[in-house]
């Protein structure tokens, strides 16, 4: 069992940055793909960027490579996504979660967080 909560969302001007944090907790964390997608209003999940138990493998939507950083660290049971030259586009609910497998498929997360809103105004 994951529990995932984010944190670090808020309200930016275009061209600023925010980091999101998600902290975990469970004792198999070190093992799952850890990801981030995000929701915009009434839209579906939209994948942003997962990355890999050890970090070794590391995985952008074309919308955001350039501009996120996905990290992990393992010893303190957080995952990161570092979010530069924000857009208004950019703006949604970004969730954190964390699976099994290396997708971009949203059903195949079984943890999800609460989602934090990031809302970034032009």
């Known amino acids: 069992q994951v529990q995932l909560v984010e944190s670090g969302g808020g309200l930016v001007q275009a061209g600023d940055s925010l980091r999101l944090s998600c902290a975990a907790s469970?004792?198999?964390?070190?093992?799952?793909?850890l990801g981030w997608f995000r929701q915009a209003s009434g839209t579906e999940h939209e994948f942003v960027a997962r990355?890999?138990?050890?970090?070794?493998?590391?995985t952008y939507a074309s919308s955001v490579k350039g501009r996120f950083t996905i990290s992990r660290d393992n010893a303190k049971k957080t995952v990161y996504l570092q979010m530069n030259n924000l857009n208004p586009e950019d703006t949604a609910v970004y969730y954190c979660?964390?699976?099994?497998?290396?997708?971009?498929?949203?059903?195949?997360?079984?943890?999800w967080g609460q989602g934090t809103q990031v809302t970034v105004s032009s």
């Open positions: 979660v964390a699976g099994r497998t290396n997708s971009d498929y949203s059903g195949s997360y079984e943890y």
């Open positions: 469970g004792r198999t964390f070190i093992y799952y793909v």
């Open positions: 990355i890999s138990s050890r970090g070794l493998s590391i």
